[in-house]
Every structure is written in C-alpha cells, then in structure tokens.
C-alpha cells in the first residue's frame, strides 16, 4: 500500500520521472531527514502510479561505499532490491546519452554522472528529474526537484 505522502511535490498519477543516486541512498539508508520522503516515492514507482527512470550509472555509485569498505555481501542485497522494482527502468550510457550529457555538463557546469543522470531522464521523457545537488537549480530542460527545496 502507498503510504500518504509527506509532500506535495511527489509526481502526478503516470508521471514519468528521473532519479539520481543520492535518492537511492536515502532512501535505502533511510535518512533522518530524506528517507520518509523517499519511501513514499519509492511506493509510488512500486505500485505502478508513475514510471522511474534512472542511469546504470546510479548502480555504480551505490556499490562503491560497500566494495570501498570491503561488505561484499552488500552488492547483492543492492542489485535485488533495485531490482524489485518494475516500473523503474535502467538506462545504459549510450553514445546519444553521452553526447546530450556532454552538452548538458558543458552549458551547466554540472558533474559528469549528474549530466548523465539528466540526459538520461531527458531522452526517456521524464517531466521532472529528483535529485538534491544544488547545480541542478539552473537546469532548463527538465524541471527539476530539489529535495532539500520540498522537504
């Protein structure tokens, strides 16, 4: 069952959206501050209300701090629980992909995996991207949530 949800800035019924890596990680570790927010979200793309889409870059990132702290044994509790979610699709880097990051990283200044993250919500018609990194304030093409703005 979806959980009421504690904002008003969650998506619309069958709105497609984008997810960059820092949701995940509060969601999975379920922050103090992010992490009921995020569960309510995360409820959403379970129950089907609204389509998810994210990088494989996301993936990447979220194994680094297990493998960095040697719990191996945490990859696959990751991999299966990302995995458990149907209506979130997981985006190669592609060429199209790199090249639209690339144009999105040199007009905004943004990092690498953030214009990858973006690129990839844009060319899967996400209508907005949720992220919490500030950079994404100036991005144009996509609306984008800024949790620290809703939360």
């Excluded at 800035?9 to 984008?18: C, T």
């Excluded at 995996?113 to 018609?125: C, V």
Aim: charged content about 25%; overall charge negative.
């Amino acid at each position: 069952m979806v959980n009421k949800p504690p904002s008003n800035d969650l998506p619309s019924e069958h709105e497609r959206i984008g997810i960059d890596t820092n949701v995940f990680i509060y969601f999975l570790e379920d922050h103090p501050r992010y992490g009921k927010w995020c569960s309510s979200l995360f409820d959403q793309i379970e129950v089907g209300r609204n389509p998810a889409v994210t990088s494989t870059i996301t993936l990447l990132e979220l194994l680094v701090q297990p493998y960095r702290d040697q719990k191996d044994d945490l990859a696959p509790k990751i991999f299966a629980l990302v995995g458990t979610y149907p209506k979130l699709t997981w985006i190669p880097v592609t060429m199209e992909i790199a090249d639209h990051g690339a144009q999105l990283r040199a007009r905004y200044r943004l990092s690498t995996p953030d214009a990858i993250q973006l690129a990839t919500a844009i060319n899967y018609k996400a209508s907005r991207f949720y992220g919490n990194d500030r950079g994404l304030r100036k991005v144009q093409e996509i609306q984008c949530l800024i949790l620290d703005d809703v939360i």
